[in-house]
Nanobody
Framework: QVQLVESGGGLVQAGGSLSLSCAASGSIGSINAMGWYRQAPGKQRELVALTTSDGNTNYGNSVKGRFTISRDSAKNTVYLQMNSLKPEDTAVYYC????????????????WGQGTQVTVSS
């Protein structure tokens, strides 16, 4: 089984910065993609940023130019650096990963962390 554990999050002032991390552990053969989604009260969960094994990255339109995703493959860890935070960034942030099981199972699964609260005050 696979577990994703987020760290970071908290309360910051508008215009400030915050950094999140997510570490994957368990039965891991390879990680095809890792990223972040967020969900604000009354809103649908939306993409924040993701990175794939080939090095490509994708960002949600609302965070482009402000957030940066990075990955330490050796540690099975993904990071999210959030700058120029706005009150509308307030949400629960969830780590997500598509992970292939070790040989010989060679099966992929979609995994989610428990979420971490980010609150940006105005």
């Amino acid at each position: 089984q696979v577990q994703l554990v987020e760290s970071g999050g908290g309360l910051v002032q508008a215009g400030g910065s915050l950094s999140l991390s997510c570490a994957a552990s368990g039965s891991i053969g390879s990680i095809n993609a890792m990223g972040w989604y967020r969900q604000a009260p009354g809103k649908q969960r939306e993409l924040v940023a993701l990175t794939t094994s080939d090095g490509n990255t994708n960002y949600g339109n609302s965070v482009k130019g402000r957030f940066t995703i990075s990955r330490d493959s050796a540690k099975n860890t993904v990071y999210l650096q959030m700058n120029s935070l706005k009150p509308e960034d307030t949400a629960v942030y969830y780590c997500n990963a598509i992970i292939r099981a070790p040989w010989p199972k060679f099966e992929s699964g979609d995994y989610w962390g428990q979420g971490t609260q980010v609150t940006v005050s105005s």
